[in-house]
């Protein structure tokens, strides 16, 4: 079975560049989490979505950052303008809410990096 | 709110002997557990739950937990540890009626399992 597959797995750009990081979720499930991994922050949780919908966004650092899910198999996490404290892994997982406490599953990450 | 307390950064343990990884909780009503494995280079994978019933809990990689309400933690432990179990570990907690599988995560422990 595929699971939660991200790209690219690297990314490395100058501060400024726009970043778009794709993830496309394991088929069937309907809700959708972005994290951010950081030594010094450990793992945070930006954004995470419901049949498409975005339900909490609090995690969001600023206004750089945006989510999107234009549809059930895809979502994508852009950063315009970006800076050197982006630099982090950014993980993808899914999950099937509406089965009581069905497990996130993790795709292996975006490793940024902002020169 | 919900919280998750991984009170070790690291673990040492050698080859053979038996670990613990410990893990601390605070949720108002029956919580769900879980832990998580991240090996170098890679996503969360999760390895097992509890969500109700039995106290000990059983999961992957020959690796268990036992549920304790009065004390408020999920340890995960292992009778017999192996080098290739060294990774970090991480405890989840979400609370009834959270919604949306929404998991808040512990710091992690990094387990290091000596030859």
């Known amino acids: 079975d595929a699971g939660v597959i991200q790209s690219p797995r690297h990314e490395v750009t100058e501060m400024g560049q726009e970043v778009t990081l794709r993830c496309k979720p394991i088929?069937?499930?309907?809700?959708l989490f972005w994290y951010r991994q950081t030594m010094m922050r450990g793992l945070e949780l930006l954004i995470y979505f419901n049949n498409n919908v975005p339900i909490d966004d609090s995690g969001m650092p600023e206004d750089r950052f945006s989510a999107k899910m234009p549809n059930a198999s895809f979502s994508t996490l852009k950063i315009q303008p970006s800076e050197p404290r982006d630099s982090a892994v950014y993980f993808c997982?899914?999950?099937?809410?509406?089965?009581?406490?069905?497990?996130?599953?993790f795709g292996d990450g975006t490793r940024l990096s902002i020169l | 709110a919900q919280s998750v307390a991984q009170p070790e950064d690291q673990v040492n343990v050698a080859e053979g002997n038996p670990l613990t990884v410990k893990c601390t909780y605070s949720?108002?009503?029956?919580?769900?557990l879980f832990w998580y494995v991240q090996y170098p280079n890679r996503g969360l994978q999760f390895l097992l739950k509890?969500?109700?019933?039995?106290?000990l809990v059983k999961g992957s990689y020959g690796f268990e937990a036992e549920f304790n309400k009065s004390q408020t933690s999920f340890h995960l432990k292992k009778p017999s540890a192996l080098v290739s179990d060294s990774a970090l570990y991480f405890c989840a907690v979400r609370g009834p009626n959270t919604g949306f599988q929404k998991l808040v995560f512990g710091t992690g422990t990094r387990l290091l399992v000596s030859p």
């Open positions: 997982a899914s999950s099937l809410a509406g089965a009581e406490n069905q497990p996130q599953h």
């Open positions: 949720v108002s009503g029956n919580p769900y």
């Open positions: 088929s069937g499930h309907n809700s």
């Open positions: 509890y969500i109700t019933g039995d106290n």
